[in-house]
């Protein structure tokens, strides 16, 4: 079995390296898929406009977990693997640290994840959450462009 770990934010660039995947596991039966997202936890650093309700990071953020869905659905479509070669789990937390944690954790052999994401600053070559987990990989990294 090759274990891949497919980190998504439902970005297009996300689910381009799910296409990427997608070839690859046509050729290679062994592929097994985890697609992991990471909602991330509420700023509480930034003063909330005036008014705004503040966050409670210890009560559930449907909000986040409409978000992980969405992410991890239009991503495993692009997978288009059978249910037993590809599942879909997040977490929330910090996107890098999180994707590293389950990186070591799980024992996998590749981590695909896009070039960037979803944010729409695009003048740096890799967005910070793939730049992290570059450079602190447990095993190898695709990052696909
Ligand atoms: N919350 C997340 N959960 C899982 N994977 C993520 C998450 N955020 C980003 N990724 C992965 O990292 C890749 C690069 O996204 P990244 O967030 O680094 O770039 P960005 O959004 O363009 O820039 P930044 O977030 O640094 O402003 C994504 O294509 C995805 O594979
Ligand atoms: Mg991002």
Do not use: W
């Amino acid at each position: 079995m090759t274990k891949v770990l497919l980190a998504t934010d439902g970005s297009a660039h996300s689910v381009r390296a799910a296409q990427s995947l997608r070839k690859m596991a046509e050729r290679d039966q062994t592929i097994e898929v985890t697609v992991f997202h990471v909602a991330p936890l509420p700023d509480l650093t930034t003063p909330a406009a005036a008014g705004a309700p503040v966050p409670n990071p210890l009560l559930p953020d449907t909000y986040a977990q409409a978000q992980a869905e969405r992410a991890l659905s239009v991503t495993l479509a692009a997978l288009g693997l059978p249910p037993e070669r590809a599942r879909g789990s997040y977490v929330i937390g910090v996107p890098g640290e999180a994707i590293l944690a389950e990186a070591r954790q799980g024992g996998y052999d590749l981590i695909v994840m896009g070039r960037r994401g979803l944010s729409p600053l695009k003048e740096l070559l890799l967005g910070s959450v793939s730049q992290v987990v570059l450079h602190r990989a447990p095993c190898p990294v695709l990052i696909v462009p």
